[in-house]
């Protein structure tokens, strides 16, 4: 079982910045980060595997960067030049073997999530 705990979010103000981190009780094949915007379904935000492998979310590409520390082990989000629609509740999720998917149900991981509010 793959432990997780986010922290980070916050209130700021639209072009702010903003880094989340995920402590793990180990990094696996697969670590992912997801939002759940007020009101609406969840959505995968970006995704790394073992072998540092990116993949972002249109929305987020260019402004957000997905990082890993093994050594720690902990998962990171930096984000910035954050607008209003980045506000969401910020989950990071694991997952053993391929595919490094964007599908939330493939992750049999998660963190309880931390808030993150963006005000314009």
């Known amino acids: 079982q793959v432990q997780l705990a986010e922290s980070g979010g916050e209130s700021v103000q639209a072009g702010g910045s903003l880094r989340l981190s995920c402590a793990a009780s180990g990094l696996t094949y697969c670590m992912a980060w997801f939002r759940r915007p007020p009101g609406k379904e969840r959505e995968w935000v970006a995704s790394i595997t073992s072998a540092g492998i990116i993949n972002y979310e249109n929305s987020v590409t260019g402004r957000f960067t997905i990082s890993k520390d093994g050594a720690k082990p902990t998962l990171y989000l930096q984000m910035n030049d954050l607008k209003p629609e980045d506000t969401a509740v910020y989950y990071c999720?694991?997952?053993?073997?391929?595919?490094?998917?964007?599908?939330?149900?493939?992750?049999?991981?998660w963190g309880p999530g931390t808030q993150v509010t963006v005000s314009s």
């Open positions: 999720a694991a997952r053993m073997g391929a595919p490094c998917t964007s599908v939330g149900p493939a992750y049999p991981h």
